[in-house]
């Protein structure tokens, strides 16, 4: 028998019953982009993990860290939009 979560399980988490579901980010290598978008300078704290692995990618795909979090967080964004329209 076979423990791996597919989509649609649901499992007890620390704040209650979480449903697993697809994977809808894209891979860090989706995240390269070479045109600036209109940008808004905003001020954010992330925890170091998260910039560690950002940093480490944007070096390996020769790209900034910054904008790779930028078109994570605006496929996220769009893709919620979608949803709700």
């Not at 070096?59 to 790779?68: C, D, I, K, T, V």
């Amino acid at each position: 028998m076979s423990n791996k979560l597919q989509v649609g399980d649901v499992v007890e988490g620390t704040h209650g019953p979480m449903r697993m579901i697809a994977d809808f980010l894209p891979p860090p290598e989706a995240l390269v982009i070479a045109e600036e978008p209109t940008t808004e300078k905003i001020t954010i704290v992330l925890d170091r993990e998260t910039v560690d692995f950002f940093r480490q990618k944007s070096q390996e795909l020769g790209a900034s860290y910054q904008r790779m979090i930028r078109e994570l967080l605006k496929s996220y964004a769009s893709l919620q939009s979608d949803r709700t329209a």
